[in-house]
């Protein structure tokens, strides 16, 4: 049901699992009822104080389907509502509702990644046989997995670009992550649609990957850290200004405007058809890209072998000072010169340094409760010490871009491997401290994110790096 609707209350989403999917609901029942009490004169808000109750109490729904009114009898229980859920219209269309962008290395209700949720319903429409794909981000207000999802959609960049006040340009790619089939494609937005929404569509549009039906987004894009404070709080601070990626439009405070307009409430079963249409039948000069050939001498390895290598030495829950952060809050492979390449001023050189450098990918692990989660560790290969070593200490050659450096380097409390480094975030990395080391061709950097304005401790940083360093130095790294 939609937020503003109003009686007859029609179900517009059933998830599977959920209570409802498991006592027969339906998307299209009409709710007449709710333990006897009509629903006609209700408010949304009354209705779903009838809903709630304790896990476990059974409520009686009265609906009507197809004229025919029917008893269902649903047990009230805990359930995560999964970011993604997906079905086969019946015009043999791909339907996909993403409610929000989770963070990349995140775990969903599903026990898996974004990634890996997108992986899963796209093949299961594959096997379906549908030919065409809708993405509704309709009341979906962003987040933080961006580069993910559009990963499977295109390969192209940037797909966005950011600047800062320091003067850094920073383009974004997707994550080189394409799924193995590609169909037409159309996104459907509203005025709810925000920050990783907006781009996502604005990469669609601009590339001309898709197309675009709903109406104007809401125009609230811009990049952000999320600061630590007391008491398990945080702060969102804004820290660079969004454009888009092809034409780098200003997209905050104004929106993206739909390909197609379709005017009325979110739920318009209008909007919907037409997309069904576009999907099936795109516009001449939009639908899949072309695959971008791979940058030669490219070297990256496989997310398995990736793991295969990194895995020993990597952060463990056990690693943890205390037992209440004894988590792993997830981790990213970095298998694509994409990642390696993004948020660099300009993607194509950052790619050909990644060659120059032999670097071969990488490992990020997060530590611990919260968001962001206190400690990070990210572990990279190259082909030798000589490119771990440029990269390592930044040397860069006098045509390749670089941006502004925001931190500063302190004494090392701790000495590790053959060079280690101690460096204080400053500008859009305040509230940030790494300590960074070397080891013949890997490079390691454990992170902790610190409320801004204490000051910062490394101790945490030279324990761990303490106990991975000397994990790999016992493997022989």
Do not use: K
């Not at 600047?163 to 974004?172: K, L, N, S, T």
């Not at 409320?451 to 101790?459: A, E, K, L």
């Amino acid at each position: 049901m939609s937020e503003n609707q109003r009686a007859p209350f029609t179900i517009g989403t059933v998830f599977p699992g959920a209570p409802a999917a498991q006592a027969g609901v339906q998307e299209g029942d009409q709710l007449e009822a709710v333990d006897g009490r009509e629903t006609r004169r209700l408010e949304l808000r009354e209705l779903s104080q009838l809903l709630r109750g304790e896990a476990g109490q059974p409520v009686t729904l009265s609906i009507r389907r197809g004229g025919m009114p029917i008893d269902l009898t649903v047990v009230r229980a805990r359930f995560a509502v999964p970011p993604l859920t997906s079905r086969v219209l019946p015009e043999g269309v791909c339907y996909l509702r993403l409610s929000t962008f989770p963070v990349a290395f995140a775990i969903g209700p599903s026990g898996r990644t974004i990634a890996q949720d997108l992986d899963t319903a796209l093949e299961g429409c594959e096997q379906a046989g549908a030919r065409g794909w809708i993405m509704d981000l309709r009341g979906n207000g962003g987040g933080s997995g961006l580069s993910q999802v559009a990963g499977r959609f295109l390969d192209a960049g940037p797909i966005l670009v950011e600047r800062d006040r320091a003067g850094g340009r920073y383009e974004q790619a997707a994550s080189g992550h394409l799924f193995r089939v590609q169909r037409p494609l159309v996104v459907m937005i509203d005025g709810g649609s925000a920050s990783a929404s907006e781009a996502f569509a604005s990469a669609v549009q601009e590339y001309r990957r898709g197309v675009v039906v709903g109406q104007r987004s809401a125009g609230a894009l811009n990049t952000a850290n999320v600061l630590p404070l007391p008491l398990d709080a945080g702060m969102e601070v804004a820290i660079r200004e969004v454009f888009s990626g092809v034409h780098e439009q200003v997209i905050d405070g104004v929106g993206v405007a739909p390909d197609v307009a379709m005017s009325g409430s979110s739920d318009n079963p209008a909007a919907l058809g037409r997309a069904v249409e576009l999907a099936l039948g795109p516009p001449a000069g939009v639908g899949p890209l072309p695959i971008r050939p791979p940058t030669p001498g490219e070297a990256v390895l496989s997310e398995a072998e990736l793991r295969r290598i990194i895995e020993p030495v990597q952060l463990r829950a056990e690693d943890a000072e205390t037992l209440d952060q004894a988590i792993i809050a997830g981790d990213l492979p970095i298998d694509t010169l994409n990642y390696y390449a993004g948020d660099s001023p300009s993607l194509d050189a950052a790619r050909q340094r990644a060659v120059r450098l032999g670097w071969h990918g990488g490992l990020v692990r997060w530590l611990g409760h919260g968001f962001p989660p206190p400690y990070a560790l990210s572990v990279d290969l190259y082909r030798d010490a000589d490119g771990a070593h440029q990269d390592f200490r930044e040397i860069y050659q006098p045509d390749e871009p670089r941006n502004p450096t925001q931190y500063r380097d302190a004494e090392p409390p701790v000495l590790l491997g053959d060079d280690t480094r101690a460096l204080i975030g400053t500008g859009q990395n305040e509230g940030r401290i790494w300590i960074a080391w070397r080891r013949g061709n890997v490079n390691y950097v454990v992170a902790r994110n610190v409320t801004p304005g204490q000051v910062p401790s490394f101790d945490g940083l030279a324990r761990l790096g303490g106990i991975i360093d000397a994990r790999a130095a016992a493997l022989g790294r």
